[in-house]
């Protein structure tokens, strides 16, 4: 409040120099003016103090609306963090499930590899298996053709042993 220390020191000054007029032996009108003097001094000290406390009062309004403006920046810092942070989670959550599907995707790709892989592996199997499988039908088709041969031979020899 205002400076204490200011109005108190005047104050005291005052009741020293009151107390000098009155232990000194000066005429009625030097001590009425003197007096009204300190008074005056008294009063303006008075009134220092007094404006003093008005304007620590006033810096404390100040103050206090700066603290109050800023309370409310933090209070609104603060909830914008918050809706970060929320953010931030959400974000976080939907880059785990990515992941989660990216690490799927790799699998199935894995997967489709390791049967295409198959699938060529049988496919020249199956070739090899068809070209054995065709050799193996030609030679019954040589086997069917030497058969009728031989049958037409020994039809032959049988028909001229008969003769």
Excluded: C
Aim: net charge neutral; no cysteine; glycine share 2%.
């Amino acid at each position: 409040m205002g400076n204490p220390s200011l109005f108190t020191r005047v104050f005291r000054s005052l009741k020293i120099l009151h107390s000098l007029v009155d232990g000194s032996h000066l005429s009625t009108v030097e001590i009425s003016w003197l007096t009204s003097k300190v008074e005056e001094a008294f009063n303006a000290a008075k009134i220092v103090a007094k404006t003093e406390e008005l304007v620590d009062i006033e810096r404390l309004r100040l103050l206090s609306s700066q603290d109050s403006t800023y309370t409310s920046k933090i209070a609104h810092m603060e909830d914008h963090l918050k809706e970060l942070f929320s953010e931030t989670l959400q974000l976080e959550l939907r880059e785990k499930e990515i992941l989660k599907k990216e690490e799927r995707i790799y699998k199935m790709r894995k997967d489709l590899m390791d049967q295409k892989q198959k699938l060529v592996i049988t496919k020249g199997e199956f070739r090899t298996s068809l070209d054995l499988v065709e050799a193996g039908v030609a030679k019954l088709q040589d086997l069917d053709k030497e058969k009728i041969q031989l049958n037409h031979l020994v039809n032959s020899i049988v028909s001229f042993h008969r003769y």
